[in-house]
């Protein structure tokens, strides 16, 4: 079974002529929303659904993804851990903070964290980055998953509280949860012109796609703080 | 960094910290600076931790320690409310199936026995089979006489045991009902007097909490739980939603239906006071009902009469055969919200 890597512990499966996303289990035999186990040559892959990960679905749309075996990650939205388990299994020697604001989905999230070594889980609202500022570190990625109307002014707190000079933000947008009613194009427009000069930090946006056919009405952003040399 | 005052090493109190902190950074987050020290090179400067790998394990045993005490701490008095009335409407959608099946499968061994519901779980689970039905009964002679089948033993006793289930879910319902009838009274008393004890916990069931609830404008109180016709009325030309839940209160469902927009236009306006007033200072204030009923009753008086329709008058009320009047362009009407 041919095992490609896609980007830093991103794995391509074919199995039966079909591809399939995965990552390393980093605790082998552990299913952790019940997703499918694959061993190939003693290792063991864990199938990663893109419809289910805004993530996993910005490696499809063929992203470049930051994210490396030893980043710092700061994860906003983690919900019940779906995704975040995958980026713990690509942080092999990373750490990633998990913001989550609701006590019934960190329930579940809190079980992950106890099977693995690399999950700080925080009880937070993301609007508020002072209330875990005594936490966190300085992160080389922001991975934001919030469905709230003000995605890019949370996007941009927590940058400017937490993301390394030269590190990366990835977003996704979810049109629905700005305006129901607007175009997701217009939503999306809008979101990008706010981030790149709407705060007072800017951002230079390095690549954006919506993420169809996975998620429908989102749009993926990676985008890079702007910092000024000449200073 | 030669001079540190370390913190005592326990996670378990390291972990009350890190909740304290949170909480007084939220009621003053100016105190926090953009710039802040590393921690992690703190504490490995200061020889809190020796090694990088002992800060993150210590870090991540506080943050677990610390998240979980935060989430015992959520089961306050609206949420056990919120549960128990979500327990309440999910009794109800079982109980009418399971009556529905008792209904259907007794029939067949007395037709003639009118009955439904409660009623007819009680009486099965008293008699079973109609030879059973004492002589003194009411339904004595239409047991003697039925068209019914035979009831075999086996049969009957599977029916009874199903009917006597049934009668347990209908004592459940009550049990709940009472519970959220007296914990209504002294969680949320404003609310309860003025919405009532079920639709008040039901509003706060939609909105999330008590504190969600105060915090909604009292335009979206009005129209909560009719999500479909207002994203419906957003989108397209379709009239705006008059009243979602509130509609089950008394002084909307039994009143004229040209008076029910302006009623519950009042009474959403109250109920949301009822809600702040319950969530900020958790005392009774008569003063609230004095003034809704004031209110409606001068809605009564000033529109005692139905306005004339216009010829292209959109539709009023529930108006379920209109259904389809809207612009058929939606393609998604509804299912979101």
């Known amino acids: 079974m041919p095992v490609r890597e896609l980007s830093s512990g991103i794995y391509e499966l074919d199995i039966d002529d079909r591809k399939m996303l995965a990552t390393r289990n980093m605790i082998p035999g552990m299913s952790v929303y019940g997703e499918r186990l694959i061993t190939e040559d003693d290792t063991e892959y864990r199938q990663w659904d893109p419809s289910r990960s805004k993530l996993g679905a910005m490696v499809l749309k063929n992203f470049d993804i930051p994210l490396k075996s030893d980043s710092i990650v700061l994860y906003l939205g983690a919900a019940s851990g779906t995704t975040v388990s995958h980026v713990s299994d690509i942080l092999t020697d990373g750490l990633v903070y998990a913001v989550e604001f609701s006590p019934r989905t960190m329930r579940d999230l809190i079980q992950l964290c106890d099977q693995r070594p690399n999950i700080i889980p925080i009880l937070a609202d993301a609007n508020k980055p002072q209330s875990y500022a005594h936490i966190v570190e300085k992160a080389d990625v922001i991975f934001q998953d919030v469905a709230q109307p003000n995605q890019a002014e949370i996007a941009a707190i927590n940058s400017k509280y937490f993301l390394e000079e030269h590190g990366h933000l990835m977003l996704s947008i979810k049109s629905r949860s700005i305006d129901t009613v607007a175009s997701p194009k217009k939503i999306f427009k809008e979101e990008v012109r706010k981030l790149e000069s709407g705060f007072d930090i800017e951002f230079e946006v390095l690549e954006r796609k919506e993420l169809e056919p996975f998620h429908e009405d989102h749009l993926g952003l990676v985008a890079k703080m702007f910092v000024d040399d000449e200073e | ?337």
């Open chain 2, 1 to 337: 960094m030669e001079d540190c005052d370390l913190f005592d090493k326990d996670p378990e109190k390291l972990a009350e910290l890190v909740v304290q902190l949170q909480e007084s950074s939220k009621e003053n987050p100016q105190s926090v600076p953009l710039q802040r020290a590393d921690l992690r090179d703190a504490a490995l400067e200061c020889g809190f931790v020796e090694l990088d790998e002992d800060y993150d394990i210590l870090l991540r045993d506080v943050c677990i320690r610390a998240a979980k005490s935060q989430i015992s701490q959520t089961d306050t008095d609206d949420s056990r409310i919120i549960q128990a009335v979500e327990a309440l409407d999910d009794i109800d959608k079982n109980v009418n199936e399971l009556s529905e099946r008792l209904f259907e499968w007794y029939g067949r061994y007395f037709p003639e026995l009118e009955m439904t519901g409660e009623e007819l779980a009680r009486f099965v689970s008293a008699y079973g089979s109609r030879t059973n039905v004492p002589e003194d009964h009411e339904m004595s002679e239409k047991a003697s006489s039925s068209m019914g089948a035979e009831l075999l033993f086996a049969d009957e006793e599977l029916l009874r045991t199903f009917a006597n289930n049934i009668c347990s879910l209908y004592d459940t319902r009550r049990y709940i009902e009472n519970y959220i009838n007296t914990s209504m009274g002294s969680v949320a008393p404003n609310l309860c007097e003025i919405a009532g004890a079920s639709l008040g916990a039901r509003l706060m069931s939609m909105a999330g909490s008590l504190e969600k609830l105060a915090a909604f404008p009292s335009s979206t109180v009005q129209v909560i739980g009719a999500s479909r016709a207002l994203f419906k009325h957003l989108r397209s030309r379709a009239p705006s939603p008059k009243h979602g839940i509130i509609f089950n209160n008394p002084v909307i469902k039994n009143a004229p239906w040209w008076q029910r927009g302006k009623l519950a236009r009042a009474l959403a306006a109250k109920i949301s006071l009822a809600a702040r007033t319950d969530f900020y200072s958790g005392e009774l204030d008569p003063s609230i009902k004095e003034a809704l009923d004031k209110k409606l009753e001068h809605i009564r008086q000033a529109n005692p009469n139905p306005p004339e329709r216009k010829p292209e008058a959109k539709p009023q009320g529930k108006g379920g055969k209109r259904r389809n009047r809207g612009r058929k362009k939606n393609k998604k009407s509804g299912g979101s919200n």
